[in-house]
């Protein structure tokens, strides 16, 4: 479970697209969150998206996660399952049960052997388990946005074995082979985005905004 002061820190960054977190308990020995009902569904069940759709719904979920960045706390689970859409039609992040503030966070929490995430958003650096870094979050929300407009990830293995090294070495389907007719703006944004130069993505959530702004018809 996150740490007791990074509870306090989503106390701060709490906002209208951030599922509250009121705090936790241990019940039966399980430890669980206690959290906002969101009665909807997840991004997940409504994907794909037209491009138009997808950049707005990315925008306020990357707004979201600059709140949180903010406030010193990285999400470390961003993906579809954890983004819900209310029956307002308001968006909220959601899950932060692998929430750690940045300058506490490590990979596992409990040994340098295991991932924390879920894999297929995890990117080359934390599979390697390095150190938590508010990066992760960027390479999620690019993984998501990805998949928001084809209905695929753009890492594919037929293992987790298989998908680490896929992500690792880089090897990104090309967004041109999902989508054929997809603006060159768009194709540079994911090169970017999925460059082994780190220096090439996006270095904080209001660039990733930014770049995700620029890419509107």
């Not at 991004?43 to 491009?51: D, G, M, N, Q, V």
């Amino acid at each position: 479970m996150p740490a007791t002061n990074a509870w306090a820190r989503l106390a701060v960054a709490r906002r209208r697209n951030l599922a509250t977190v009121y705090g936790f308990e241990v019940y039966r020995s399980t430890p669980m969150i206690v959290m906002e009902f969101v009665d909807g569904s997840t991004l997940a069940e409504r994907i794909p998206l037209p491009l138009d759709v997808a950049i707005q719904v990315m925008l306020e979920v990357t707004e979201v996660v600059a709140c949180l960045h903010k406030a010193g706390v990285i999400h470390r689970d961003i993906k579809p399952r954890n983004i819900a859409i209310n029956s307002s039609g308001v968006l909220k992040l959601l899950d932060f049960g692998l929430a750690r503030i940045e300058r506490e966070a490590t990979m596992s929490g409990v040994s340098t052997h295991v991932i924390v995430g879920t894999p297929a958003y995890l990117s080359p650096e934390a599979h390697a388990h390095q150190r938590a870094h508010l990066s992760f979050d960027l390479w999620a929300l690019s993984v998501v946005f990805y998949e928001v407009l084809t209905g695929r990830r753009p890492f594919e293995g037929s293992c987790e074995r298989d998908l680490a090294a896929q992500i690792t070495e880089y090897r990104c389907i090309p967004i041109t082979d999902r989508i054929p007719d997809c603006p060159p703006a768009l194709a540079r944004f994911f090169a970017a985005a999925f460059a082994p130069e780190a220096t090439a993505r996006p270095k904080s959530a209001a660039q990733l905004a930014s770049r995700l702004a620029s890419l509107r018809p």
